[in-house]
T-cell receptor
Framework: EAGVVQSPRYKIIEKKQPVAFWCNPI?????LYWYLQNLGQGPELLIR????????DSQLPKDRFSAERLKGVDSTLKIQPAELGDSAVYLC?????????????FGQGTRLTVV | EDQVTQSPEALRLQEGESSSLNCSYT??????LFWYRQDPGKGPEFLFT???AGEEKEKERLKATLTKKESFLHITAPKPEDSATYLC??????????????FGKGMKLTVNP
């Protein structure tokens, strides 16, 4: 069974440019998460989807970050414009459902470098 | 505020030298504690879920235990391939009945041959 797939793996952009990340969750997983991980830190939740609905986006900087999950499957996370401080690894994860303590499975992540 | 603290931040062991990693938590309404392993340049890999105090789970050289305030990840006779960062996370009840997964900073384990 394929795991969570993310692309691209690496992205280098200049500040003020836009960037987008793509995630394909495990088939049948209703819940999708986007996390941000800085070097030496644990992942921090940006947004959580239940099917196509964003149910927790309290940590998403909405002035420059946006996300969508059309049809409740794939998801994209966008940053526009990017800032130097956005350099980090962006992780996507999925789980069967939330509301119960089901484990989340992570993709490889996208390492973003803003120069 | 929900908090997850892992200690030590880094640990070096000789091959075969057993040890334990600690994860202490302060959360409102624990809905599960998770251990993950993360290798450099990769996403976290799920290891264990623990739900209630007294619960234990094992996988090869790893054994996870849970009390009301902390969890331990015991590593017995580690091998160099066990070198990785180990992350602890707790699922807590968030506002409006929603749930949130809160991670610790991780513990970098190095096992020398």
């Amino acid at each position: 069974e394929a795991g969570v797939v993310q692309s691209p793996r690496y992205k280098i952009i200049e500040k003020k440019q836009p960037v987008a990340f793509w995630c394909n969750p495990i088939s049948g997983h209703n819940t999708l998460y986007w996390y941000l991980q800085n070097l030496g830190q644990g992942p921090e939740l940006l947004i959580r989807y239940e099917n196509e609905e964003a149910v927790d986006d309290s940590q998403l900087p909405k002035d420059r970050f946006s996300a969508e999950r059309l049809k409740g499957v794939d998801s994209t996370l966008k940053i526009q414009p990017a800032e130097l401080g956005d350099s980090a690894v962006y992780l996507c994860a999925s789980s069967l459902r939330s509301g119960e303590s089901t484990e989340a499975f992570f993709g490889q992540g996208t390492r973003l470098t803003v120069v | 505020e929900d908090q997850v603290t892992q200690s030590p931040e880094a640990l070096r062991l000789q091959e075969g030298e057993s040890s334990s990693l600690n994860c202490s938590y302060t959360v409102s309404g624990l809905r599960g504690l998770f251990w993950y392993r993360q290798d450099p340049g990769k996403g976290p890999e799920f290891l264990f879920t623990l739900y209630s105090a007294g619960e234990e789970k094992e996988k090869e050289r790893l054994k996870a235990t849970l009390t009301k305030k902390e969890s331990f990840l015991h590593i017995t006779a580690p091998k160099p391939e066990d070198s990785a960062t180990y992350l602890c996370a707790v699922r807590t009840r968030f506002r409006g009945g929603s749930e949130k997964l809160v991670f610790g900073k991780g513990m970098k384990l190095t096992v020398n041959p």
